[in-house]
């Protein structure tokens, strides 16, 4: 009998073989999950904790190639190393080679002269080679949508794992939510705004805060709540006051907590999109766009510091990186018209520029000074060339989360958020200016972590503990990154 609790997903398509490798793994006290798609296999395997593979590499999908090792490449890719034992009726061919040469697979086992004795030592021995595995988060969704305000107080709807369906609360208005001017708040301030702003949603024991409490003493093991504040500017643009708090910094002042350093809450940002876009099904390898600007008449950046440090965390992975240097508008459509790119990682300047009420990046004329190009124009380009292959835009520039600090409203027109808003799964932009070290930090652990197969709220939410763990003033940078999704991906 197995001495632990292990759980074995099981991913086979024939009825009687799922029955039979139920049978056998259950007698030997493990716990098993059966699947019959790739679809369903994908995401068990990267939102829950799975000790053992047992896959079918005959597993029938809509690919036009087997979905059993179709399965393995992705599993490669995402730096899964899951140990698998195939069981298949595919026992001579090629693909049962490579399977064992480039995944990690344990053993084999012929469906047409299939062990019943051998196979449970085999699922012993995969187990007991296995490499200790970093912890596998499970995220538990605790939705905050808020709504146009009624008087001094917004509505709320709030579906989390404590809720039994939908419910309108009440958020009173809290005052001097904005944080003001471009300078990084200090700790203390942080943990004030984050304390008024966590009062304000879940202070009454009666409604939200009751939602809260209860979801965070249901969580199980390895599981996590991830707060989803849903403000949807497109409807309603006069939410844009409330869309600019200092949601990041939202601290928990009994558990004495920010909750973005917490082991047990993440939060992103979610927006709706203008238009519904369909991802491209993806294969190995991703490819990373890491575009850089250094006009000559703007201040210098450690550009190349960060462009290794990226180098670096790819390294050896399922991943390809290019680098586009001195960037200008040409060259940053040739190389998005020309191939596939699934990560563009933005290094330069950026700003909200009030007079024509939108954000900007600015990258390079033909000159090598400064070409502003407006959020609204990159979407353009986006949604026109890549926008089903994109997932993550991550713009390492001041300012290209926010919109006019005086005029909440211009928050709509920020660069990350009008990204966002366009179609791009996930946009990572800066609140304030971020020191160059800090900067660096955030952007190898966050890579790091993504590339091993961390959700991107996981990897960020990791970041930003690298960075409060090393920051030597009494800074809160860690809170000036911002996460936009409008899904997960």
């Known amino acids: 009998m197995a001495m632990t609790r292990h759980t074995i997903l099981v991913a086979e398509d024939n009825e009687q073989w799922q029955e039979i490798l139920q049978e056998t793994l259950a007698e030997e006290g493990y716990e098993v999950r059966l699947v019959d798609t790739y679809a369903s296999a994908r995401n068990i395997l990267e939102t829950e904790e799975i000790d053992l593979l047992v896959l079918d590499l005959e597993l029938a999908g809509s690919s036009p190639v087997l979905d059993g090792p179709r399965l393995l490449s992705h599993l490669r890719r995402i730096g899964c190393e899951v140990p698998c034992i195939i069981v298949s009726g595919q026992g001579t061919i090629p693909l049962v080679r490579q399977a064992f040469t480039e995944f990690a697979v344990k053993d084999f086992f012929e469906k047409g002269a299939f062990d019943l004795q051998a196979f449970p030592r085999s699922v012993e021995l995969a187990l007991q080679s296995s490499p200790k595995r970093h ?86 093991e390895n599981q996590v709540l991830r707060i989803k504040v849903g403000v949807d500017l497109i409807a309603h643009p006069e939410l844009a006051p409330v869309a600019a708090w200092p949601w990041e910094y939202l601290y928990d002042s009994r558990r004495q907590e920010f909750l973005n350093l917490s082991a047990h809450s993440r939060l992103v940002r979610y927006v709706p999109v203008t238009e519904s876009y369909e991802l491209a099904d993806l294969e190995a390898p991703y490819h990373v766009l890491v575009v850089s600007a250094q006009p000559g008449d703007l201040p210098s950046l450690d550009v190349e510091k960060e462009k290794n440090l990226i180098g670096q965390a790819v390294q050896g992975q399922s991943l390809t990186v290019s680098f586009l240097d001195h960037a200008t508008r040409e060259r940053l459509y040739d190389e998005l018209h020309e191939r596939p790119v699934h990560v563009i990682h933005f290094i330069g300047h950026g700003i909200f520029d009030r007079e024509r009420q939108q954000g900007v990046l600015y990258i390079e004329d033909r000159n090598g000074r400064s070409d502003p190009v407006s959020g609204a124009r990159l979407a353009d380009l986006f949604v026109g060339e890549r926008i089903s292959d994109v997932r993550l835009i991550v713009l390492n520039a001041c300012q290209t989360a926010v919109g006019d600090e005086h005029c909440p409203e211009t928050l709509l027109h920020g660069i990350a958020v009008h990204l966002a808003m366009r179609g791009v799964p996930a946009v990572i932009g800066m609140r304030f200016p971020m020191s160059g070290r800090t900067a660096l930090e955030f952007a190898r652990q966050f890579y790091r972590d993504w590339i091993c197969g961390y959700p991107i709220c996981e990897a960020v939410s990791s970041a930003r503990k690298k960075v409060h763990f090393q920051e030597r003033a009494e800074g809160a940078e860690w809170g000036v990154p911002i996460l936009f999704q409008s899904r997960s991906v």
């Open 135 to 220: 912890r596998n988060v499970i995220l538990r969704d605790f939705d905050v949508t808020v709504g146009p305000p009624h008087g001094n107080a917004y509505p709320l709807i709030v579906r989390c794992p404590a809720g039994t369906g939908d419910r309108v609360l009440k958020l009173s208005t809290p005052s001097e939510m904005q944080i003001r001017g471009d300078v990084v708040p200090s700790y203390e301030q942080a943990r004030m705004l984050g304390g008024r702003l966590f009062d304000a949603l879940f202070r009454d024991e009666q409604s939200a805060g009751e939602f809260y409490h209860r979801s965070q003493e249901r969580l199980g």
